[in-house]
């Protein structure tokens, strides 16, 4: 059972367009994260969310925690071909000690 | 260094062959986990250490699968009788402290991985 679906799979834009990528779940979790992964290396963490509702940004990127910590969305405002990359979302659970990644969104942005 | 390094990068077995993987962590991180990545799709959990014990084994494929992790440190993952389907990205991350007394904010820090193929 997967527990955090992200959708699209996969999507293909034009440098400048804007994006939104979605880390769905019907469980709980006590945090969600968001990582880029490049091809050949690990991932990278870009940021943690842990309080329902909650709002980050960095820099282009808007990163949504929804208010029930269920689901959790990024945005990409202007997005450019350095955003190329595999974006998984990571949810922790409460009382438990693993991280439960997300199916995955392989973004390709077209100079 | 000053980031987790894994060896091999590469590693090409034939199937029944036993393989070992291994993660060297960030100095002083206490937590660490062990993934698999299948074709550039998520991440699936196989195993997390707390110092030199694993609390939570729950997932690792089959006991063909077993991890060790001495002194608090290296880690290293082996692959016994080795299938055609255990093929993947084997990857390893470590943070400073584990996830449930971290409330799962602290940072997980990943090494490249090791690919594994098995023919």
């Known amino acids: 059972t997967q527990l955090l679906e992200q959708s699209p799979q996969f999507l293909s834009i034009q440098e400048g367009e804007n994006l939104t990528v979605y880390c769905n779940s019907s469980s709980v979790f006590s945090s969600l994260q968001w990582y880029r992964q490049e091809p050949g290396e690990g991932p990278v963490l870009l940021v943690t969310v842990v309080t329902g509702g909650e709002v980050k940004k960095l820099k282009r990127l808007t990163f949504q925690f929804g208010d029930a910590r269920k689901d959790s969305s990024l945005h990409i405002t202007a997005a450019q071909p350095g955003d190329t990359g595999l974006y998984l979302c990571a949810g922790a659970r409460s009382g438990t000690y693993k991280y439960i990644f997300g199916t995955g969104t392989r973004l390709k942005v077209l100079a | 260094g000053a980031g987790v390094s894994q060896s091999p990068s590469n590693k090409v077995t034939e199937k029944g062959k036993d393989v070992e993987l291994r993660c060297d962590p960030i100095?002083?991180?206490?937590?660490l986990y062990w993934y698999r990545q299948s074709l550039g799709q998520g991440l699936e959990f196989l195993i997390y250490f707390q110092g030199n014990s694993a609390p939570d084994k729950s997932g690792l494929p089959s006991d063909r699968f077993s991890a060790e992790r001495t002194g608090g440190s290296v880690s290293t993952l082996t692959i016994q009788r080795t299938q055609q389907e255990d093929s993947a990205v084997y990857l390893c991350?470590?943070?400073?402290?584990?996830?449930?007394?971290?409330?799962?904010?602290?940072?997980?820090?990943f090494g490249p991985g090791t690919r594994l193929t098995v023919l």
């Open positions: 991350a470590s943070s400073l402290r584990p996830v449930l007394l971290a409330g799962g904010a602290d940072t997980q820090y």
């Open positions: 100095s002083g991180h206490t937590a």
